[in-house]
């Protein structure tokens, strides 16, 4: 994980930030986040950005993880700068909806909810 990291930080220098080549990589590179219990805000921001440039490239899925992710850090504020990325259409999915509801609670420190509704 930590080899992947230091090559999605050098791929993110500078113009090769915004290159489309680099979605599949930043996508793989958030799967082994979830799976490794990594976190790197800055790629998956990345992520969310070439998204919005190029939204046929959106995978809802990878998405869902990258929120996921974010939710994970609280109580930083990771998920609201992720969601601040997002189309109106990504945040009508109700998978979506589900996970941004879920950061709801936790903030408003309603556990027994969460858990209830996880």
């Not at 799967?31 to 440039?53: M, P, T, V, W």
């Not at 190029?54 to 930083?76: D, F, G, R, S, W």
Request: glycine share 2%; hydrophobic share 45%.
């Amino acid at each position: 994980m930590e080899g992947m990291k230091a090559e999605i930080k050098a791929m993110l220098q500078g113009i090769e930030r915004y290159n489309p080549d680099k979605v599949p990589a930043l996508e793989h590179y958030v799967n082994l986040q979830a799976r490794e219990n990594g976190y790197d805000l800055e790629a998956n921001l990345a992520l969310l950005k070439l998204y919005q440039f190029m939204p046929e490239m959106y995978k809802l899925e990878v998405v869902a993880q990258i929120l996921l992710l974010a939710l994970t850090n609280l109580p930083h504020t990771d998920i609201v700068l992720c969601k601040a990325m997002l189309t109106q259409d990504i945040l009508e999915d109700n998978n979506i909806k589900t996970i941004l509801y879920l950061s709801e609670l936790l903030e408003m420190c309603q556990f027994k909810t969460f858990w209830k509704d996880i």
